[in-house]
Protein backbone atom coordinates (compact mmCIF):
# COMPACT_ATOMS: atom_id res chain seq x y z
CA UNK A 1 0.00 0.00 0.00
CA UNK A 2 3.13 2.14 0.85
CA UNK A 3 6.42 2.29 -1.22
CA UNK A 4 9.53 1.60 1.34
CA UNK A 5 10.52 5.13 1.02
CA UNK A 6 7.50 6.33 1.99
CA UNK A 7 8.08 3.57 5.19
CA UNK A 8 11.64 5.09 6.08
CA UNK A 9 10.27 8.58 5.85
CA UNK A 10 7.73 7.68 8.71
CA UNK A 11 9.88 5.54 10.62
CA UNK A 12 12.57 8.55 10.43
CA UNK A 13 9.30 11.08 11.57
CA UNK A 14 8.23 9.51 14.12
CA UNK A 15 11.30 8.28 15.87
CA UNK A 16 13.05 11.42 15.96
CA UNK A 17 9.75 13.08 17.23
CA UNK A 18 9.87 10.50 19.89
CA UNK A 19 13.20 11.15 20.28
CA UNK A 20 12.69 14.64 20.91
CA UNK A 21 10.18 13.90 23.22
CA UNK A 22 11.89 11.64 25.51
CA UNK A 23 15.58 13.02 24.87
CA UNK A 24 15.59 16.45 23.80
CA UNK A 25 19.76 16.93 24.66
CA UNK A 26 20.49 13.39 22.13
CA UNK A 27 18.02 14.15 19.50
CA UNK A 28 19.36 17.61 19.37
CA UNK A 29 22.75 16.09 18.13
CA UNK A 30 21.49 13.38 16.35
CA UNK A 31 19.31 14.49 13.47
CA UNK A 32 17.67 12.28 11.04
CA UNK A 33 19.95 13.65 8.16
CA UNK A 34 22.51 11.98 9.63
CA UNK A 35 21.25 8.77 10.33
CA UNK A 36 21.81 5.29 7.52
CA UNK A 37 19.53 3.31 6.51
CA UNK A 38 21.39 1.00 9.10
CA UNK A 39 21.40 3.37 12.27
CA UNK A 40 20.59 1.27 15.21
CA UNK A 41 17.36 2.50 17.40
CA UNK A 42 19.03 0.80 20.75
CA UNK A 43 22.20 1.67 22.84
CA UNK A 44 24.07 1.46 20.38
CA UNK A 45 22.80 4.02 17.90
CA UNK A 46 20.05 6.61 18.66
CA UNK A 47 20.17 5.19 22.48
CA UNK A 48 16.76 3.53 22.97
CA UNK A 49 17.25 1.16 25.90
CA UNK A 50 15.05 -1.29 26.20
CA UNK A 51 12.17 0.55 28.36
CA UNK A 52 12.06 3.78 25.95
CA UNK A 53 11.93 1.22 23.08
CA UNK A 54 8.52 -0.16 24.26
CA UNK A 55 7.68 3.33 24.66
CA UNK A 56 8.98 4.12 20.79
CA UNK A 57 6.90 0.75 19.30
CA UNK A 58 3.70 2.39 21.61
CA UNK A 59 3.85 5.42 19.39
CA UNK A 60 3.63 3.18 16.74
CA UNK A 61 1.08 1.23 17.84
CA UNK A 62 -1.09 4.24 18.26
CA UNK A 63 -0.20 5.64 14.99
CA UNK A 64 -0.67 3.16 12.88
CA UNK A 65 -2.21 0.24 14.47
CA UNK A 66 0.59 -2.39 14.57
CA UNK A 67 -1.28 -5.06 16.98
CA UNK A 68 -3.61 -5.37 13.67
CA UNK A 69 -0.68 -7.52 12.04
CA UNK A 70 1.57 -8.29 14.91
CA UNK A 71 4.53 -6.61 13.19
CA UNK A 72 5.23 -4.75 16.83
CA UNK A 73 7.14 -7.69 17.89
CA UNK A 74 9.43 -7.88 15.48
CA UNK A 75 10.17 -4.08 15.76
CA UNK A 76 11.23 -4.53 19.49
CA UNK A 77 13.64 -7.47 18.78
CA UNK A 78 15.14 -5.65 15.45
CA UNK A 79 15.93 -1.98 16.36
CA UNK A 80 17.43 -1.00 13.26
CA UNK A 81 15.97 1.89 11.05
CA UNK A 82 15.79 -0.11 7.43
CA UNK A 83 14.44 -3.16 9.18
CA UNK A 84 11.82 -1.14 10.88
CA UNK A 85 11.10 0.49 7.68
CA UNK A 86 10.79 -3.03 5.92
CA UNK A 87 8.26 -4.20 8.92
CA UNK A 88 6.27 -1.33 8.22
CA UNK A 89 5.82 -1.00 4.53
CA UNK A 90 4.72 -4.86 4.89
CA UNK A 91 2.47 -3.70 7.96
CA UNK A 92 0.43 -1.44 5.50
CA UNK A 93 0.21 -4.54 2.94
CA UNK A 94 -1.38 -6.74 5.58
CA UNK A 95 -3.39 -3.61 7.11
CA UNK A 96 -7.19 -4.01 6.60
CA UNK A 97 -8.67 -0.49 5.18
CA UNK A 98 -11.41 -0.30 8.68
CA UNK A 99 -7.72 -0.40 10.93
CA UNK A 100 -7.32 3.77 12.43
CA UNK A 101 -4.48 5.88 11.87
CA UNK A 102 -3.73 8.39 15.03
CA UNK A 103 -2.40 11.52 14.10
CA UNK A 104 -1.76 14.00 17.10
CA UNK A 105 -2.48 17.74 17.06
CA UNK A 106 0.94 20.40 17.57
CA UNK A 107 -0.62 21.44 21.08
CA UNK A 108 -0.50 25.08 19.98
CA UNK A 109 -4.20 25.57 21.13
CA UNK A 110 -4.69 23.50 24.41
CA UNK A 111 -2.61 20.04 25.32
CA UNK A 112 -1.97 17.99 22.21
CA UNK A 113 -3.95 15.57 21.83
CA UNK A 114 -3.98 12.01 19.88
CA UNK A 115 -7.11 11.56 16.68
CA UNK A 116 -8.04 8.66 14.87
CA UNK A 117 -9.18 8.40 11.24
CA UNK A 118 -10.01 5.04 9.69
CA UNK A 119 -7.50 4.07 6.86
CA UNK A 120 -10.46 3.49 4.61
CA UNK A 121 -11.33 7.50 5.10
CA UNK A 122 -8.11 8.67 4.30
CA UNK A 123 -7.54 6.30 1.60
CA UNK A 124 -11.50 8.06 0.13
CA UNK A 125 -10.34 11.36 0.29
CA UNK A 126 -7.09 10.97 -0.80
CA UNK A 127 -8.68 9.53 -4.35
CA UNK A 128 -11.22 12.33 -4.39
CA UNK A 129 -7.94 14.68 -4.58
CA UNK A 130 -6.55 12.60 -7.38
CA UNK A 131 -10.00 12.74 -9.51
CA UNK A 132 -10.80 16.20 -8.52
CA UNK A 133 -8.31 18.46 -6.94
CA UNK A 134 -5.59 17.59 -8.71
CA UNK A 135 -4.61 19.84 -12.29
CA UNK A 136 -2.54 17.32 -13.51
CA UNK A 137 -1.07 13.76 -12.88
CA UNK A 138 2.06 14.75 -11.26
CA UNK A 139 5.65 12.63 -12.33
CA UNK A 140 6.95 13.73 -8.38
CA UNK A 141 5.75 15.18 -5.44
CA UNK A 142 7.75 17.76 -3.82
CA UNK A 143 7.03 17.54 0.18
CA UNK A 144 7.87 20.74 2.13
CA UNK A 145 5.85 19.07 5.06
CA UNK A 146 6.57 15.58 7.54
CA UNK A 147 5.13 12.83 7.02
CA UNK A 148 3.69 11.65 10.14
CA UNK A 149 0.74 14.45 10.90
CA UNK A 150 -2.25 14.12 8.39
CA UNK A 151 -1.78 16.82 5.58
CA UNK A 152 1.78 15.06 5.05
CA UNK A 153 0.56 11.56 5.47
CA UNK A 154 -2.30 12.44 2.93
CA UNK A 155 -0.10 14.36 0.35
CA UNK A 156 3.26 12.37 0.64
CA UNK A 157 2.34 8.81 1.81
CA UNK A 158 -0.88 7.71 0.80
CA UNK A 159 -0.95 9.97 -2.72
CA UNK A 160 2.29 8.89 -4.09
CA UNK A 161 1.81 5.83 -3.35
CA UNK A 162 -1.68 5.58 -5.40
CA UNK A 163 -0.14 7.44 -8.22
CA UNK A 164 3.44 5.10 -8.19
CA UNK A 165 5.41 8.56 -8.15
CA UNK A 166 8.41 9.28 -6.20
CA UNK A 167 8.94 11.31 -3.58
CA UNK A 168 11.46 14.47 -3.10
CA UNK A 169 11.72 15.24 0.43
CA UNK A 170 13.31 18.74 1.51
CA UNK A 171 10.76 19.21 4.52
CA UNK A 172 14.75 19.47 6.53
CA UNK A 173 16.18 21.28 3.80
CA UNK A 174 16.70 25.48 3.72
CA UNK A 175 13.71 27.64 1.90
CA UNK A 176 16.14 27.97 -0.99
CA UNK A 177 16.10 24.29 -1.93
CA UNK A 178 12.99 24.28 -3.68
CA UNK A 179 14.60 26.82 -6.37
CA UNK A 180 17.56 24.22 -7.13
CA UNK A 181 15.39 20.87 -7.34
CA UNK A 182 11.81 22.58 -9.02
CA UNK A 183 10.75 20.86 -12.18
CA UNK A 184 8.35 20.68 -14.69
CA UNK A 185 5.38 17.81 -13.53
CA UNK A 186 6.31 18.67 -9.75
CA UNK A 187 3.51 18.85 -7.11
CA UNK A 188 4.62 20.82 -4.12
CA UNK A 189 2.80 20.27 -1.29
CA UNK A 190 3.50 22.85 1.68
CA UNK A 191 1.89 25.18 3.87
CA UNK A 192 1.34 29.20 3.26
CA UNK A 193 4.17 30.10 6.25
CA UNK A 194 6.64 27.26 4.10
CA UNK A 195 5.71 28.76 0.73
CA UNK A 196 5.97 32.31 2.02
CA UNK A 197 9.69 31.52 2.71
CA UNK A 198 10.91 28.88 -0.39
CA UNK A 199 8.55 30.89 -3.58
CA UNK A 200 10.97 34.11 -3.58
CA UNK A 201 13.88 32.31 -4.06
CA UNK A 202 12.65 30.02 -7.61
CA UNK A 203 13.85 31.51 -11.01
CA UNK A 204 10.27 32.75 -12.09
CA UNK A 205 10.41 30.73 -15.48
CA UNK A 206 6.72 29.10 -15.91
CA UNK A 207 6.76 25.34 -15.30
CA UNK A 208 4.24 22.95 -15.71
CA UNK A 209 4.46 22.30 -11.93
CA UNK A 210 1.85 22.44 -9.39
CA UNK A 211 1.15 23.64 -6.05
CA UNK A 212 -1.08 22.52 -2.66
CA UNK A 213 -1.34 24.46 0.30
CA UNK A 214 -3.46 23.45 3.36
CA UNK A 215 -2.97 23.57 7.75
CA UNK A 216 -3.61 27.10 7.54
CA UNK A 217 -5.10 30.08 5.30
CA UNK A 218 -3.85 31.08 2.27
CA UNK A 219 -3.59 34.75 1.91
CA UNK A 220 -4.27 36.09 -1.09
CA UNK A 221 -0.21 36.99 -1.51
CA UNK A 222 -0.16 33.05 -2.21
CA UNK A 223 -1.21 32.87 -5.75
CA UNK A 224 0.84 36.26 -6.84
CA UNK A 225 3.68 34.64 -5.42
CA UNK A 226 3.15 31.03 -6.98
CA UNK A 227 3.00 32.82 -10.18
CA UNK A 228 5.54 34.86 -9.97
CA UNK A 229 7.78 31.80 -9.10
CA UNK A 230 6.62 29.94 -12.44
CA UNK A 231 3.91 27.74 -10.70
CA UNK A 232 0.87 26.76 -13.03
CA UNK A 233 -1.68 27.05 -10.23
CA UNK A 234 -2.13 26.45 -6.31
CA UNK A 235 -4.90 24.17 -5.16
CA UNK A 236 -5.55 25.18 -1.29
CA UNK A 237 -7.38 22.51 0.94
CA UNK A 238 -9.75 23.87 3.96
CA UNK A 239 -9.71 21.21 6.48
CA UNK A 240 -8.24 20.21 9.71
CA UNK A 241 -6.18 17.13 11.80
CA UNK A 242 -10.31 16.66 13.48
CA UNK A 243 -11.51 16.40 10.00
CA UNK A 244 -9.97 15.49 7.10
CA UNK A 245 -10.23 17.40 4.05
CA UNK A 246 -13.02 19.37 3.43
CA UNK A 247 -13.19 21.72 0.63
CA UNK A 248 -10.69 23.09 -1.66
CA UNK A 249 -10.55 26.25 -4.17
CA UNK A 250 -7.89 27.58 -6.53
CA UNK A 251 -7.79 31.09 -6.83
CA UNK A 252 -7.61 33.81 -4.30
CA UNK A 253 -10.90 35.03 -2.43
CA UNK A 254 -12.70 31.92 -4.40
CA UNK A 255 -15.55 30.13 -2.34
CA UNK A 256 -14.62 26.57 -1.52
CA UNK A 257 -16.15 23.83 -3.05
CA UNK A 258 -17.21 20.56 -0.83
CA UNK A 259 -15.28 17.81 -1.24
CA UNK A 260 -17.73 15.38 -3.42
CA UNK A 261 -17.18 12.42 -1.25
CA UNK A 262 -18.95 14.35 1.45
CA UNK A 263 -22.56 15.42 2.31
CA UNK A 264 -23.29 19.17 2.47
CA UNK A 265 -25.37 20.29 5.92
CA UNK A 266 -23.73 22.57 8.29
CA UNK A 267 -21.94 21.03 9.51
CA UNK A 268 -21.06 18.42 6.23
CA UNK A 269 -21.28 14.74 6.71
CA UNK A 270 -19.57 11.87 6.34
CA UNK A 271 -20.77 8.65 5.90
CA UNK A 272 -23.65 10.16 8.00
CA UNK A 273 -21.39 11.29 10.91
CA UNK A 274 -21.35 15.24 11.10
CA UNK A 275 -17.84 16.99 11.00
CA UNK A 276 -17.25 18.84 13.73
CA UNK A 277 -15.08 22.20 11.90
CA UNK A 278 -13.40 24.31 14.36
CA UNK A 279 -14.68 27.24 11.85
CA UNK A 280 -17.48 29.78 11.43
CA UNK A 281 -18.60 28.74 7.63
CA UNK A 282 -21.29 30.81 5.46
CA UNK A 283 -22.66 28.70 2.62
CA UNK A 284 -23.98 28.73 -0.79
CA UNK A 285 -25.39 25.48 -1.58
CA UNK A 286 -21.87 23.16 -1.80
CA UNK A 287 -19.69 26.18 -1.41
CA UNK A 288 -18.71 28.05 1.63
CA UNK A 289 -16.35 30.54 2.64
CA UNK A 290 -14.49 30.56 6.18
CA UNK A 291 -15.43 33.09 8.88
CA UNK A 292 -13.01 32.91 11.15
CA UNK A 293 -12.27 30.11 14.27
CA UNK A 294 -14.72 29.07 16.64
CA UNK A 295 -12.31 29.18 19.47
CA UNK A 296 -10.38 32.69 17.89
CA UNK A 297 -7.30 30.86 17.61
CA UNK A 298 -4.79 32.80 15.13
CA UNK A 299 -2.05 31.88 12.98
CA UNK A 300 2.08 32.49 14.44
CA UNK A 301 4.41 30.94 12.15
CA UNK A 302 1.39 28.58 10.29
CA UNK A 303 0.27 26.96 13.74
CA UNK A 304 -2.83 27.74 15.04
CA UNK A 305 -2.09 29.65 18.48
CA UNK A 306 -4.77 30.73 21.35
CA UNK A 307 -3.72 33.56 22.96
CA UNK A 308 -5.78 32.32 26.03
CA UNK A 309 -4.25 28.67 26.43
CA UNK A 310 -0.31 30.27 26.73
CA UNK A 311 -1.41 32.84 29.32
CA UNK A 312 -2.89 30.21 31.04
CA UNK A 313 0.01 27.96 30.61
CA UNK A 314 2.23 30.98 31.50
CA UNK A 315 0.06 31.40 35.00
CA UNK A 316 0.57 28.03 36.15
CA UNK A 317 4.09 28.68 36.82
CA UNK A 318 4.10 29.51 40.60
CA UNK A 319 5.74 32.37 40.54
CA UNK A 320 3.52 34.28 37.82
CA UNK A 321 0.49 35.81 39.19
CA UNK A 322 -0.43 37.10 35.75
CA UNK A 323 0.38 36.86 32.41
CA UNK A 324 -1.22 38.92 29.04
CA UNK A 325 0.35 37.24 25.57
CA UNK A 326 -0.40 39.49 22.17
CA UNK A 327 1.02 38.33 18.75
CA UNK A 328 3.47 40.41 17.08
CA UNK A 329 4.37 39.25 13.68
CA UNK A 330 5.07 36.04 12.99
CA UNK A 331 5.49 35.91 16.89
CA UNK A 332 3.67 35.94 20.27
CA UNK A 333 5.01 38.69 23.36
CA UNK A 334 4.48 37.64 26.49
CA UNK A 335 4.21 40.02 29.68
CA UNK A 336 4.44 38.51 33.08
CA UNK A 337 3.65 40.09 36.50
CA UNK A 338 5.52 38.04 38.78
CA UNK A 339 4.63 36.95 42.21
CA UNK A 340 5.13 39.64 45.21
CA UNK A 341 8.93 39.04 46.37
CA UNK A 342 10.03 36.91 42.58
CA UNK A 343 13.05 38.40 40.66
CA UNK A 344 11.43 39.12 37.25
CA UNK A 345 14.78 37.88 36.29
CA UNK A 346 14.38 34.75 37.64
CA UNK A 347 11.42 33.94 35.53
CA UNK A 348 13.12 34.35 32.13
CA UNK A 349 14.08 31.05 31.42
CA UNK A 350 11.45 29.43 33.08
CA UNK A 351 8.89 31.11 31.35
CA UNK A 352 10.45 30.91 28.15
CA UNK A 353 7.59 29.16 25.06
Known amino acids: MIHHDQALRLCKAVIFETLLRLFPDRARRLHPVQWGATMRLDEDGLGFDSLARIDLVSVFNTRFSLQSTGVEDYMYIQPQLDIWADLLEEHFRLLPTAAAMGFFTSGSTGAPKILFHPLEDLLAEIDVHIAHSLVDRPGRIVALVPPQHIYGFLFTVLLPSRLKVSVLDLSDKGPGALSRHLDAGDLV ?144 KAFVVPCPGVDPLALETPCAV
Open 189 to 332: IATPHLFARALPFCSGKPLSAHAVSSTAPAPDSLWTLARRAGLASVTEIYGSSETGGVGTRRSAGALFRLLPHLDAGDPPTRNGQRLDLQDHLSWQAEQFRVLGRRDHAIQIGGHNVSMAAVAATLERHPHVAQAYVRPEGERI
